[in-house]
């Protein structure tokens, strides 16, 4: 079955603590995404990956931290650093002009 | 940078009625709008696009129409259904530094269909 897969669905930290959310993708594509959702914001971009070992820093990044060391897999680390870590988070890989999302993540920090 | 402005944020129409979400840009360089949809618990799924070159794509119910000078898009649902009730997120395509485009999200459009 072809997909975008985030896992955990739920995930709960306490403050301080990093925590990271893993995302895979067997779909072949180059172009990776991880997104932040809150309520009445929309989709922001946390950080993206084109291209294998490569990333760039989205609009939100600070925080945040990622690695690209494969093609199918870009997790996401939220640091001590984040403020306000609390949030769902997507993850997309993305194929010419269409974005492909996982399931998403909710991650809860008490 | 790209703003995007995404309006109404919640709409309720009666099944059957029409449902229109209005999205505004400021990048004039924009050249790809596309609409997602999520549903409850579920993850966002592109249901229509439109580029800078077009002024309006149909597939079926669902519509789009692009006015660049003004630098606006809406989406429009006709004899909405139940099971059209979702999040609409409009988007707006940019360029990043040479790394491809990447998308500008609305804040999303609570559309709630009522039976």
């Known amino acids: 079955d072809g997909g975008i897969t985030q896992s955990p669905k739920y995930l709960f930290r306490k403050e301080g603590q990093n925590v990271t959310l893993s995302c895979e993708q067997n779909l072949n594509h180059d172009a990776m995404y991880w997104y932040r959702q809150d309520p009445g914001q929309g989709l922001r971009l946390i950080y993206y990956?084109?291209?294998?070992?490569?990333?760039q820093k989205g609009d939100i990044a600070e925080g945040y931290s990622v690695s690209r060391e494969k093609k199918e897999s870009f997790p996401l680390t939220v640091t001590s650093a984040q403020k306000n870590p609390t949030a769902f988070y997507l993850c997309?890989?993305?194929?010419?002009?269409?974005?492909?999302f996982g399931q998403g993540t909710r991650l809860t920090v008490v | 940078g790209e703003n995007v402005e995404q309006h109404p944020s919640t709409l309720s129409v009666q099944e059957g009625d029409s449902a229109v979400i209005k999205c505004t840009y400021s990048d004039s360089a924009s050249n790809y709008f596309p609409w997602y949809k999520q549903e409850l618990g579920k993850r966002p799924q592109l249901i229509i696009d439109i580029r800078s070159n077009v002024g309006e794509k149909k597939d079926q119910r669902i519509a789009v129409t692009l006015n660049k000078t003004a630098k606006h898009f809406s989406l429009h649902i006709t004899e909405t259904q139940p099971e059209d009730s979702a999040v609409y997120f409009c988007?707006?395509?940019?360029?990043?530094?040479?790394?491809?485009?990447?998308?500008?999200f609305g804040p999303g459009t609570r559309l709630s269909v009522l039976p």
């Open positions: 990956s084109q291209i294998v070992n490569d990333f």
């Open positions: 997309a890989s993305q194929e010419n002009t269409e974005a492909f």
């Open positions: 988007a707006a395509s940019i360029g990043r530094d040479n790394y491809g485009q990447n998308f500008v």
